[in-house]
């Protein structure tokens, strides 16, 4: 457990204690110290129980890592699938292409409307709106409520026809999948999907009109990055700062690194935290979003760059009409190839892949042998990425309401980490909320 | 492991209510989240649920918490560190009933491969936390992850990684009514006949961990053309010794047929005891 003792609190100090931060997935706590009109001191400090997931892996057959990866996150589990068949099939040499690329890419549009609805609906707008949680949202909003679920019933609607559950599917395989959709439950998507576009769109609509904090924010953003398509599978590793190399190289660039006064590990893209998730992908990619998604963000309000880290409510919604949207193409345009995966023999080697994550670019690498035995592992989860700059979130959001009362600045401070919907199953971590103020 | 019948030869107990209406715990320990997040994916359910209980704490979805005792918790996640053996000891004494979901939490988890990895085939978390983090010695992780049944006593086990999201509704609605939770246990097999699935192994030579699994996913992978990898965990008395001679049959050495049996639900009684026993016959 990364569980290192809060630092005891002189006499004198007012301090808040929360047992854990709410509506995030996973456990974590965060460190906040003021002293009069100083902030001294913000950590976010994750220490969930880790699983080890790049120990047990060692010795594991090539073809396991897709299930055995997804197992890390419930509600990612397409995410470590897709980024674990991308660096298995790279290290044997096999390219995915033609309708299975564009179904492995529906897939993920499936589990990006499902976890966008989710965070918008359940976990973040209530923050907005004065509201604990979704559920007593949808006592006052019922109806409001009653579209983000449907919404998110669609996206696990299209996991369900391709991957046969939405946690933890089981179609998914190297080279492809154990068999094709069928063909009337994958054309039956279309329906479904055209209303949530218009609930995906209705969204926008409603996030765009919240009331968000006056937070303006410089931040260095990571992604991929595809020159003909909004990322999710494939592309390079791109950032606001003009780094641009293929993913194999993302080892060259990202480091994580221990900071003193955190047992967690922090990541920094040459030299300098970053962000990755939908702000980022939005910054380097939204002119690639679909026409439709582009003018939803722009009678959202939302210009080439976001700077207000609140608003990425907004760019979640956005992003969820383009998966809608996206979903709808590949729907349309499906024509069932000649078999479910294409063969990926063993070869000794080394490869890596990036995809894109509903919360940000997640990094895998494995080394195998000729039998297909896996060597070695190593998976850099979104939120680790996101890390230092959340925390930087946080300093800026206490610096900017040092006059607040200590509740208030609590909830934005809850709420400066929400923003990224941190996914801290993932980045194996837990939030504890403590703010001290003297 | 509880027995699976124990809410049974409790359903006499009174119901404890606090309020008007029972109060739902959901807690997490290691594990994923999933089959928490089960409980949102019940979609056209989930504010019907919520109408018949006050969920007093759900900490993924919720920040408005209220203290115990609680009428039903939902406990997801194995026990892997001190701090968690304590804290589900104290999650125990404050619910009525006590419901674990999810392979970790009736199994220990995949996370429970430590409990095989050292040299003489015990726990050992040592050699897996190094492959991860650059200073294992702060880890503060138990050798072992257990089942919440090794711990506390269990008024229900649902299986599955992750949990069916209909046997969760059963399971709920049941306990709330203080009835037996209609849950089957027996094998993948006769769930792929009733849907009139083709047998993967029989007519496509595909090794199936089916027979020895319990129903649950409504034979899910043999209806996508893949042998069963056996997450909801071994059904009752499986015959795992005549499984592994198939497997070894149809190709899969004993690495292979060890690999099937430590998965998710590697700490389950017979496929731990299977899997020991192929270690022991095979050095």
Known sequence: ?438 | MAPLTSAVSRTADPFVRTGERPTLAVWKFASCDGCQLTLLDCEDELLAVAGQVDVAYFLEASSATVAGPYDVSLVEGSITTAHDAKRIREIREQSGKLVVIGACATAGGIQALRNFAGPDGGPDVSAYAAAVYAHPEILEALPTSTPVSEHVFVDFELRGCPIDKHQLLEVVSAVLAGRKPQIPNYAVCLECKRLGAVCVMVAHGQPCLGPATQAGCGALCPSFSRGCYGCFGPHEGPNLPALGDRFAELGVDADGWLRALRTYNAYAGPFRKEAEHVERTRS
């Open chain 1, 1 to 438: 457990m990364w569980n290192a003792p809060a630092p005891e609190a002189p006499a004198g100090t007012r301090r808040i204690d929360v047992e854990a931060l709410a509506r995030v997935e996973g456990e974590g706590a965060l460190h906040v110290r003021i002293v009069g009109d100083t902030l001294e001191h913000v950590a976010l400090r994750i220490y969930e129980p880790p699983r080890l997931f790049e120990g047990f892996l060692r010795g594991r057959h090539y073809t396991e890592p897709p299930d055995i990866t997804a197992r890390i996150c419930g509600i990612c589990p397409v995410a470590y699938q897709m980024s674990s068949c991308h660096a298995l099939e790279a290290a044997c040499g096999v390219t995915v292409d033609g309708q299975l690329r564009e179904l492995r890419r529906l897939l993920y549009c499936g589990e990006w409307i499902e976890s966008h609805a989710l965070h918008v609906y359940m976990l973040h707008a209530p923050d907005f709106l004065g509201y604990p949680s979704g559920i007593h949202l949808a006592q006052d909003h019922r109806a409001i409520v009653e579209r983000g679920l449907r919404l998110k019933k669609v996206g696990n609607d299209v996991m369900v026809v391709l991957g046969g559950r939405e946690i933890h599917p089981v179609n998914v395989r190297l080279g492809g999948f154990y068999r094709l959709p069928r063909l009337a439950q994958l054309r039956a998507l279309r329906e479904p999907l055209l209303r949530a576009r218009e609930d995906a769109l209705a969204t926008v609509r409603w996030v765009a009109g919240f009331d968000f904090p006056d937070v303006e924010a410089d931040r260095v953003y990571v992604s991929l990055s595809h020159p003909d398509e909004y990322p999710l599978n494939e592309g390079r590793l791109v950032s606001s700062r003009g780094l641009d190399v293929p993913v194999s190289a993302f080892e060259d660039h990202v480091r994580e690194e221990h900071v003193p006064h955190s047992t967690a590990l922090h990541a920094t893209v040459d030299g300098e935290p970053y962000l990755v998730g939908p702000v980022a992908r939005y910054v380097l990619n939204h002119d690639r979003l679909s026409p439709l998604a582009q003018e939803a963000a722009k009678e959202a309000g939302l210009g080439p760059v976001v700077r207000n880290p609140f608003q990425s409510i907004v760019v979640r919604a956005v992003e969820t009409v383009y998966a809608c949207d996206e979903a709808l193409r590949i729907v349309e345009a499906y024509e069932p190839p000649e078999h479910a995966f294409v063969d990926v023999p063993p070869r000794a080697g080394r490869g890596h892949a990036c995809t894109e994550a509903p919360r940000g670019t997640l990094y895998h690498r494995y080394t195998i042998n000729e039998d297909g035995t896996v060597l070695d592992a190593r998976i850099v989860p979104p939120t680790a990425q996101s890390q230092a700059t959340i925390e930087e979130d946080v300093r800026d959001v206490v610096r900017g309401h040092l006059d607040v009362p200590t509740e208030t600045l609590q909830h934005l401070c809850e709420q400066a980490v929400r923003n990224h919907d941190p996914c801290i199953s993932c980045a194996t971590h837990f939030l504890k909320l403590e703010v001290e103020r003297r």
